[in-house]
């Protein structure tokens, strides 16, 4: 056989994950013989990944440091900049290693109340999640302003579908359609914003999941046979 | 297909930044001076507050608190909503929920609904907290025939044979109405498969803006009402002060809350409009404003 | 609307002038933003580290590798027993990091193809349970013809399902990648297209009420705690 | 083994089977004809103006870790975007948020770069590691594209509310932008701010017709067959559910089998 290479590892790891799905289903009881080992292989692969993306931290970090120290070093533009990034960088990282703030020495839980890292987490990662997000609501605005537009079949019936459930949001507007005949009920903006959402956005999610669990199916046949491209990782 | 490009005149090329600046002033606006937009409870949300509505006095409702302090600006509205209501109406109220963070859900409605407007209520008599439990639709599917058999006690230590609140409950069945608030799992999809469709329990529900539109298929059939997002929950806020008014606060949470939303959506929706409007005068040949 | 009374807590003006900062760049990219993008960088990607440091390699290598470790975060704790198994995934970390060593870097391949492994292993079952099998059966649903308690065919439900059931197959024909030759693209799958329209739009207007709720809290702790206005 | 296990593992297998059968197939001659995708012609057509205006080219392979499907089919993309970058001489620029992410996608662009034979033209820090953190991520990104101002813009993978922060930074700059996910609540961002958007599917099939290799074909053929294969299962079991509820006996009996079965999987 021919030498044994990584794409053999793949295509043997993945094969026995499957396999392990059926011959040692997640809490069923414990099987013994053969099916252990796949019992095994199930429970502790996904636990492996994450200690592997711990250790890969080191290769982030390092590229993290030296992008920003050559910018330094270089005058690149911008390298003032890139000192904030290095100083915080390190400064949290020592801080949250050491465990600066909460028991004596490395005891207690790095995550503890009075930490030092809490107080980091708390004073600047929150507001800063919380502001990034909220850039949201006015991408939102910009994004409809200029995507929904009649230009097309498509777009316009994008236009449609979301003025709808727009207008449909804001309080008592089923007072604009509320003056159409009862035989034409269904036309009215609360009837049609709950058939929009009921019927064709069901149908639309349901065939891009189909359709999505099929493109995985494919993806994995094609890792398992070594044909699939962007395996450069495994040259 | 191609959904943005293509070059028009002014209107369309719009400089991003007006937009922004009028969603940040009217949305500053609104928190400022508190407009209320009065609203009406729509097809989903009616069902739920008529079926209270329609309870005899000492029938029993649960609530199950599926939800953490994340999504509570959305639920917690809700399930004050309901909490006023079944206390109006005399009808027992059973808090449990299949997160961990249920307790404290049930807790902070008890310090700050219960015992502020509605003093007069008797814990065990009006409210009985069973709160969280582990086995998420397994749990709920086990109480269909018996509550007992999973809640032994309530969350207090009181066997559930000495809780008035509880006298003719065997299992879910025996409750008025289900109500799950659910921001994730488990939450309303479990009860609709585990409890809905199995047991043929009445069911409603209660659903984060996010999580609302994989719910709409069950609805009418397997769930008889939903409050979508905070809309849902200003909707029965609604019904509430129209049948109610002096006995529930004037201006409930989820009503102010819609205030800066509904000038945001106003504002969405006009330039939309806005830029739709310059599209048809550029195509009728008109010059562009 | 009372009057104005400010906060005086550092943290509520640190969180205060970093969310200015960032709202800053809506007018357009300068210094202020800059600086908060940078910070953000660095204190994010060194917490994430700590968090993967303390939550993974400590208790699943670093401990069992080494009983007595465990005594310099709770001295009073037992050291466990040495557990072997936990050389196997410190191993394939060490050989990924041979990556930095031009010579041996060829031998972080094999915790590349590993880690690939696992996650076509893990996938493929998981995706056809939850998103093949279980949307078919949800298309499936109870059939078309549906009744209500009484016994009486639901006109409207039936309806909707049947409506639900075509636009479903449409989508499914418009995501064809392979077709006969010749045969151009067909109505059916141009009314899919329409669909796929009508699912982006309505889950598209759906969202913006959590969008704006994001926008709605940021300015009340700014208008609020920071400013005392509301 | 139980009923509903044994139904997944039967549709498993028959699913491998028709993919891994249509990959022999296609190997061996079978012609496979492919419907055109048009975000796919517009990649190369966004590279070639990217280097006509002078401009670079971003790709972002998503917000998640080689743990997710999508980010594997993102970095199958990024080979042939790195190929066809060294072709055209285009500045390519790939930031990343994971660590193993960013060491494979280095492994994969200087691969590609050498078999177009400018190996000599890639730098391993094009591609830079920037934070976990996907939020942390996205306000460098928006702030390099805002500075980078590139011509064109890739957003392939996995993403969560960064879609639209990254697709309207990339709009403001003018960049041709060109979007693949496979999360059908992100989708209706990037297809209202994008150029091109691949839907759900699409993103695992896109790789294969930029690259026209003949196995990664055969493999769409082998999607169509599954997609077929559903299509048949929900006829069938509307049919079945419709009689069912019509009335006629057999099939009312045949149905509780048959969504007793399903109800198990």
Same mark, same amino acid.
């Given at each position: ?13 993945? =094969?026995t994950l499957?396999v392990?799905?059926?011959? /040692?289903p997640?809490?069923g009881? &414990? *099987?013994?013989? #053969?099916? +252990? ?18 250790f ?6 390092v590229s993290?440091?030296?992008t920003h ?8 533009r ?5 000192i904030?990034?290095?100083v915080?960088?390190?400064?949290v990282? =020592?801080?949250?290693?050491?465990k600066?703030g909460? /028991?004596?020495?490395l005891?207690? &839980? *790095?995550?503890? #109340?009075? +930490?030092?890292?809490?107080k ?8 800063l999640?919380a502001?990034?997000?909220s850039?949201?609501a ?13 230009r ?6 994008l ?17 604009l359609t509320?003056?159409?005949?009862a035989d ?21 999610q349901?065939a ?19 044909v ?8 | 297909?191609?959904a ?6 002014f ?17 500053i606006a ?14 989903l949300?009616?069902?739920i507050f008529?079926r ?32 006023r ?6 009808l ?15 807790e902070?409605l008890?310090?700050?609904?219960i ?7 008797v814990?065990g008599r009006d409210?009985?907290?069973l ?18 058999s999973?809640?032994?006690t ?11 609140a509880l ?8 409750f008025?109405l289900?109500v ?9 999809k ?7 469709d ?6 409603a ?5 996010v999580?609302a539109?994989?719910?709409?298929p069950y ?16 909707e ?36 939309i409009?806005?830029g739709n409007g ?12 | 609307?009372?009057?104005?009374s ?9 969180g ?5 900062m960032?709202?800053s760049?809506l007018?357009r ?12 960088v660095g204190?994010s990607?060194?917490?994430?580290m700590v968090v993967?440091?303390?939550t993974?390699?400590w ?7 080494v009983?007595g ?7 009073e ?8 198994l936990?050389l ?5 970390g060490?050989?990924?990091?041979c990556?930095?060593?031009?010579r041996?870097?060829?031998?972080a391949r ?7 492994g ?27 013809l ?5 016994g ?7 309806v ?9 197959l449409a989508?499914l ?7 006969r ?10 009314l ?12 598209f207007?759906?969202?913006?009420m ?11 702790e ?9 | 083994m ?5 139904l997944?593992?039967?549709?498993t ?7 891994g059968?249509?990959?022999?197939l ?17 990649v ?12 670079p080219?971003?790709f972002?392979p ?14 199958s ?5 790195a190929r066809?970058c060294?072709?055209?001489g285009?500045?390519?620029?790939v930031?990343?948020?994971r660590s ?19 190996g000599h033209?890639?730098?391993?820090d094009?591609v830079?590691?920037i934070?976990?953190d996907?939020?942390?991520f996205?306000?460098?990104?928006d702030?390099l594209?805002e ?13 969560a509310?960064e ?5 309207e930074?990339?709009r403001?700059?003018?960049a041709?932008?060109?979007a693949?996910?496979a999360?059908p ?6 297809v ?5 958007t691949l ?10 017709k ?14 169509d067959?599954g ?13 079945l559910?419709?009689?069912a509820?019509?009335?006629w006996?057999?099939?009312?009996a045949?149905?509780?089998v048959?969504s007793?079965l399903?109800?198990?999987?």
């Open positions: 056989m021919a030498r044994f290479q990584p794409r053999h590892l793949l295509a043997a790891v993945a =094969v499957i392990a799905a059926f011959v /040692a997640p809490g009881d &414990d *099987p013994g013989g #053969p099916a +252990a080992f796949f019992a095994f292989c199930d429970a502790q692969f996904s636990s492996w990944f994450g200690i592997l993306a711990v890969a931290f080191l290769l982030g970090g993290l440091v030296g120290l050559r910018r330094v070093l270089l005058r690149e911008d390298w003032t900049y890139s904030v990034t290095l915080s960088f390190l400064g990282l =020592v801080v949250g290693l050491a600066l909460g /028991a004596p020495g005891q207690g &839980d *790095p995550f503890a #109340p009075d +930490a030092w890292l809490t980091v987490f708390d004073g600047v990662l929150s507001p999640h502001t990034l997000y850039l949201l006015f991408y939102v605005a910009s994004a409809s302003y200029r995507a929904f537009r009649a097309s079949l498509e777009t316009s019936v236009l449609g579908s979301a003025l709808v459930v727009l207008v449909g949001r804001i309080p008592s507007a089923d007072r509320a003056w159409l005949p034409m009920a269904f036309l009215r903006l609360e009837a049609l914003s709950l058939w929009l959402l009921k019927v064709p956005n069901t149908a639309g349901r891009i999941m189909i359709g999505v669990a099929l493109g995985v199916v494919s993806l994995a046949v094609r890792m398992i046979a070594g699939e491209r962007g395996k450069g990782g495994l040259e | 297909m191609n943005s490009s293509g070059a028009e005149p209107l369309e090329r719009l400089d991003r930044r007006w937009i922004f600046l009028t969603l940040a002033l009217s949305v609104a928190l400022l001076y508190e407009p209320v937009f009065p609203d009406r409870p729509g097809e949300v009616r069902p008529d209270l509505e329609s309870l005899a006095p000492g029938t029993p409702v649960l609530v199950s608190l599926d939800y953490s302090p994340s999504s509570a600006p959305e639920l917690e509205p809700m399930a004050e909503a309901l909490t209501h079944a206390l109006l109406r005399g027992p109220l059973c808090y449990l929920s299949l997160w961990p963070t249920g307790n404290n859900m049930a902070r008890e310090s700050d609904l015992a502020t407007e509605h003093p007069e209520a814990y409210w009985v907290t709160g969280f439990q582990a086995g998420g639709e397994l749990l709920a599917h086990a109480m269909i025939d018996s509550l007992g999973r809640f032994l309530d969350s207090r230590g009181t066997p559930l044979k000495e809780i008035p006298a003719h409950v065997v299992g879910l069945g025996d008025g289900v799950s608030l659910s921001a994730g799992t488990p939450g309303l479990e009860w609709v498969l585990y409890v809905g199995a047991g043929g329990i009445p069911l529900g209660g659903c984060t803006g999580g539109p994989q719910f709409f609805y009418p059939r397997q769930l008889m009402g939903l409050m979508a997002a905070l809309k849902g929950a200003a029965y806020e609604a019904a509430l002060a129209r049948v109610y008014p002096g006995q529930v606060p004037e201006v409930m949470r989820a009503t102010r809350g819609m205030g800066p939303q509904a000038v945001a959506h106003l504002v969405i929706v006009g330039f409009l806005l310059a599209l048809l005068r550029r195509r009728s040949g008109g010059s562009a404003p | 609307m009372n009057g104005w400010v906060s005086t807590s550092l943290e509520v003006w640190v205060a002038l970093l969310t200015l960032v709202f760049f007018w990219d300068n210094p202020f933003y800059k600086f908060a993008e940078h910070l953000f204190v990607a060194a917490y994430w993967g440091f303390w993974t390699l208790p699943r290598v670093v401990v069992p590798l009983p470790a465990v005594k310099v975060v709770s001295p704790a037992e050291a466990g027993p040495f557990d072997p936990a196997l995934p410190a191993l394939l060490l050989l990924m990091l990556r930095m060593v031009p041996l870097s060829g031998l094999w915790p590349t193809a590993f880690v690939l696992t996650t076509a292993g893990y996938t493929v079952v998981r995706y056809v349970r939850s998103d093949f099998l279980n949307q078919i059966r949800a298309a499936v649903g109870e059939g078309v549906l009744r209500t308690p009484d009486r065919l639901d006109t409207a439900e039936s909707a399902a049947a409506a639900t059931l075509l636009g479903t989508c024909h418009y995501f064809m990648n392979t077709r030759e010749g045969r151009v693209s067909s109505p059916f799958a141009r899919g297209l329409l669909v796929l329209m009508i699912t982006f739009g309505a889950s207007g759906s969202a913006v959590a969008r704006i709720s994001l926008l709605v809290g940021r300015l009340q700014l208008m609020g705690s920071w400013l005392g206005l509301i | 139980s009923p509903g296990l044994a997944l593992a039967a549709v297998a028959a699913l491998l089977l028709l993919i059968r249509a990959i022999v296609a190997r061996r001659g079978a012609p496979v004809e492919v419907r055109p995708l048009a975000p796919v012609a517009a190369a057509d966004a590279i070639d103006s990217a280097v006509a205006a002078g401009r080219v971003f972002v998503g917000s998640r870790d080689l743990d997710n499907m999508q980010t594997v089919a993102a970095l993309l990024l080979e042939q975007v066809l060294a072709e055209k285009a500045r390519l620029h930031p990343v948020n193993m992410v960013m060491q494979m996608a280095r492994s994969t662009c200087r691969a590609a770069f050498e078999a177009a034979g400018r033209a890639w730098r391993d094009q830079d590691y934070s976990d996907p939020l942390g996205v306000a460098r990104v702030g594209v500075r980078e101002r590139p011509g064109a813009c890739f957003y392939f993978g996995f993403f509310s879609s639209l922060l990254l697709a930074g990339g403001h700059v003018g041709v932008q060109v693949g996910t999360s609540v992100q989708l209706p961002f990037f209202s701010s994008c150029d091109e839907m759900g599917e699409e993103l695992f099939a896109a790789g294969a930029l690259s026209g290799d003949a196995a990664l074909l055969g493999s769409l053929r082998g999607q067959l997609k077929r294969l559903a299509v048949a299962l929900i006829v069938a079991g509307v049919a559910a419709s009689l509820q019509a009335g006996a057999p099939a009312a045949a149905w509780r048959v007793g399903l109800a198990e999987v």
